[in-house]
């Protein structure tokens, strides 16, 4: 989903899933420590989220700080992510959120082994994700200020799951085709990791909806 360099031929997939998985670890320190942080907190948090993605891009070939600012993204994504967590639970329980993600996992792990072991390359889906992902920004802001109807809302949230199995797909691909330096590293976990994410949110959205009809 975030561009990164595709001139390097090299793979450590082995950093870069301990990296991912780590991070992972560390989202979920975050949404852990969420339940403790003030809602008038979380714009402001938000904020600095996309603000840290920007500054990863500047300091890329800065191995140690660009680390540093991807343990901190994704530290600062859990609690963030807790409010829409906690609201998925309150309304589908438990049991059919953590069903969620372990849908989202194999899905997302399925795309990326499909990617890797294809060596397809999938650049070409580049333009049609990137107008997708603009006009789900356009109908969000919409809806925040002009209701919309519950089978609107369903399809929505279906673009949404399409786009990030084609931005998951999409950067695996690029990976898989170009290759990628160590220190690509922290710019590709976060990638992914917003491939993932908002995934699941999507997959939670579209479970939601078709709960409350």
Partial sequence: MVEFASHAVRKPYSKL????????????????????VSDALRLPLWILEIGMIFMMMFVRKRKAVGYLLMY??????????????????????A????????????????????????????SFLGGFLFVGLIALIVVSLFSAFF???????????????????GYTLFDFSRLTVHGFSD????????????????????????IGIGSKN
């Fill in 17 to 36: 899933f301990a990296a991912f998985f780590s991070g992972l670890l560390v989202t979920t320190i975050g949404l852990y420590f969420g339940q403790y």
């Fill in 72 to 93: 901190g993204f994704m530290f600062i994504s859990g609690i963030t992510l807790y409010t829409a967590i906690g609201y998925y639970v309150s309304l589908l329980g």
């Fill in 95 to 122: 049991s059919l959120v953590m069903q969620a993600f372990a849908v989202t996992t194999v899905s997302f792990g399925a795309i990326a082994v499909y990617a890797m072991v294809s060596k397809r390359d999938f």
């Fill in 147 to 165: 209701p919309v109807s519950s089978m609107t809302a369903q399809i929505y949230s279906g673009l949404g799951i399409l786009i990030f199995v």
């Fill in 183 to 206: 220190e690509d590293i922290p710019m590709i976990v976060v990638s992914i990791y917003l491939d993932f994410i908002n995934l699941f949110l999507y997959i939670l959205q579209f």
